[in-house]
C-alpha cells in the first residue's frame, strides 16, 4: 500500500515541491530523510524555501519548551501562503503525539491538512493522496507502538555520512522527560536489517554513520545480540571507516560494550555520555538509576580500556530541588571529566511527566544564573581541551564548503571536532590528514598535510 500510495500520487503531483522544517534530534532528521524520500518517490521535487512549497511537512519536537510557540508562529505566518501555492500543510513528530497539541490545531489551526504522529510516518504517502484525491483533512495519529516499517525510501542529506536509526522508544522515564510518551516503548531492528543498510550505503560511498536511538546501549537484538555484537558487525563492513551513536545511557554502558569500542577501529573513541546532573540527590529525582560516584567510576574505567577515549555530555540545571550544593556538584563533574562539549540544557516542566508535579522548582533567575556559570566553566575546559590539538596530526572527512566561506573547507575530526583549512574542493569526501594550528572554541583551524 505504501508503494501503491506512492506511484498513484505521481499523477498529481508534477511539477510540485515539498519543503520540510526538521525540530529537534539526529532521530527526527532521520525521519525527516524518510519523509523526503517518500515525497520524492510520490513526484515531488524539493523546494528551496517555503514560499515556493506546494507542500510544507513539520516534523516537530517537543523535548523542550518553546517549541510550541514557534510551531504555532509558523503556521500562523503560511495561512496566506496556503491559498497562493494550494498548499498542504502536514504536522508530524513528536508534538503531534500529544493531545494538546492536536486539540490545539483542531480548534484554531484550519489550515493544516494533515496530522500524522511519530508511529505512521509510513503512511504519510497515502494521507497525501486523500488529500489530492478526495481534498480531506487527515488526522491520523496512533497512541499504540508502531511495528518498525523496513525499506522505507531515504533522501539522505549527508554526503559521506549518514545517519542509522537502530531503535525507537524509550523504557527509562527520566522524570523530566516527555520522550517516552511520544515515542513509545523500545523496540529494536533486526541486526540483518541493520547491516544490510550500512552494507548499502558503504557500497554507494558513505565513509561514516551515526548510530541512533534514544538508549543505543540497550539495543535488543534477539537471541543474546546486543549492542557491542552490532559494534562489531559493523566494524567488519570494509568502506566505513567511522561509526558515532547516540546517546548511550550511563547505567546500560556493560563492560562488553567498552571492549568492543575498545577493539573497534572504526568505532569513534569520542562518547556522548549524557550526565544531566552531578548530583547523586538529584540524579535519583531525576530517575537516572546511576549516582556521581558510579558515573566518575565509569568514566575511569572507560578511559583505562580505550586509549584517549574523550567525552561530551547532556546537561539540565535547575531541575526541581536542585540546590547549590547539588549544582556544584555538577561543576566537580565537569571539572573531574574534563568533557570536550557540554550540551546545557535549562530545566524546562513537560506536562504529563512526573518532574511536573514535584515540590521546589527552581526560580527562573537561579537556573539562568546556574546556566552562566556552568557555561563559563564548560567553555573553558573545552578552550583547554582544544588547545591540546594544536600541533598535532588529525584525520578529518571533509564534508564540504564553510557555510559562511566558500574558500574554505570544513570537515571534522574522529572526535568530532569542527576543522576549516583551505584546500582544492576535490579534498570533499576524503579523509585526509590535516595539521591543527589554532582553536576557536567552537572550531579548529588547521593545514592539510
Ligand atoms: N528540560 C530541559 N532539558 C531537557 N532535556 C530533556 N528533557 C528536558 C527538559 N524537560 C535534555 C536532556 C536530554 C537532551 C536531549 O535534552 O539533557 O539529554
Ligand atoms: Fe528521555 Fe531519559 Fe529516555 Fe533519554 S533515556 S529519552 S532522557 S527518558
Not at 536509526?165 to 522524570?175: A, H, K, L, Q, W
Not at 556552568?374 to 571533509?398: F, M
Amino acid at each position: 500500500m505504501i508503494e501503491e500510495a506512492m506511484l498513484m500520487a505521481k499523477e498529481y503531483t508534477t511539477g510540485l515541491k515539498y519543503f520540510i522544517n526538521t525540530m529537534g534530534c539526529k532521530l527526527n532528521e532521520n525521519d525527516s530523510e524518510k519523509i523526503a524520500g517518500m515525497l520524492t518517490k510520490m513526484g515531488y521535487s524539493e523546494a528551496k524555501s517555503v514560499e515556493e512549497a506546494n507542500i510544507v511537512v513539520f516534523n516537530t519536537c517537543c523535548i523542550r519548551e518553546n517549541a510550541e510557540e514557534k510551531l504555532f508562529g509558523k503556521l500562523g505566518e503560511l495561512k496566506n501562503l496556503k491559498k497562493q501555492n494550494n498548499m498542504i500543510i502536514c504536522l508530524g513528530g513528536c508534538m503531534s503525539q500529544e493531545k494538546h497539541v492536536v486539540d490545539k490545531v483542531k480548534q484554531s489551526y484550519s489550515q493544516v491538512d494533515i496530522v500524522f504522529g511519530t508511529h505512521n510516518i509510513h503512511k504519510l504517502p497515502e494521507m497525501i493522496l486523500k488529500k489530492l484525491t478526495e481534498n480531506q483533512k487527515v488526522f491520523d495519529v496512533w497512541d499504540i507502538d508502531g511495528d518498525i516499517i523496513e525499506g522505507l525510501p531515504v533522501k539522505r542529506t549527508g554526503e559521506k555520512n549518514a545517519l542509522v536509526t537502530i531503535m525507537y522508544g524509550c523504557n527509562n522515564f527520566c522524570t523530566y522527560c516527555i520522550v517516552p510518551y511520544v515515542r513509545g516503548r523500545e523496540r529494536s531492528r533486526k541486526p540483518e536489517d541493520i547491516l544490510k543498510e550500512v552494507r548499502n550505503l558503504a557500497s554507494e560511498g558513505y565513509k561514516e554513520i551515526m548510530l541512533l536511538g534514544q538508549n543505543v546501549n540497550s539495543y535488543d537484538g534477539g537471541a543474546g545480540y546486543h549492542f557491542s555484537n552490532l559494534l562489531r558487525d559493523i566494524d567488519q563492513i570494509p568502506g566505513i571507516n567511522i561509526v558515532r551513536f547516540m546517546s548511550p545511557h550511563p547505567k546500560d554502558f556493560t563492560d562488553d560494550v567498552i571492549s568492543a569500542i575498545a577493539d573497534c577501529k572504526s568505532v569513534c573513541k569520542v562518547i556522548h555520555l549524557p550526565l544531566q546532573s552531578g548530583s547523586s540527590k538529584v540524579l535519583n529525582l531525576m530517575n537516572r538509576k546511576y549516582t556521581k560516584e558510579q558515573y566518575l567510576t565509569l568514566v575511569q574505567k572507560i578511559r583505562e580500556k580505550v586509549p584517549d577515549v574523550t567525552f561530551t555530555t547532556d546537561i539540565i540545571v535547575g531541575f526541581p530541588g536542585e540546590e547549590e550544593a547539588d549544582f556544584l556538584d555538577t561543576l566537580d563533574v565537569v571539572e573531574k571529566v574534563k568533557f570536550e562539549q557540554v550540551f546545557m540544557f535549562i530545566y524546562s516542566v513537560r506536562k504529563g511527566t512526573a518532574a511536573e508535579k514535584m515540590p521546589n522548582h527552581v526560580p527562573e533567575e537561579i537556573k539562568s544564573e546556574r546556566f552562566n556559570r556552568l557555561k563559563e566553566l564548560a567553555d573553558r575546559i573545552t578552550e583547554e581541551e582544544n588547545k591540546k590539538y594544536i600541533g598535532t596530526v588529525q584525520k578529518v572527512l571533509v564534508e564540504g564548503e564553510s557555510k559562511t566561506n566558500a574558500e574554505v573547507l570544513t570537515g571534522r575530526t574522529r572526535s568530532n571536532k569542527i576543522v576549516n583549512f583551505s584546500g582544492s574542493k576535490s579534498l570533499i569526501g576524503k579523509e585526509i590528514d590535516v595539521e591543527i594550528i589554532s582553536e576557536h572554541v567552537w572550531y579548529l583551524k588547521g593545514k592539510a598535510v
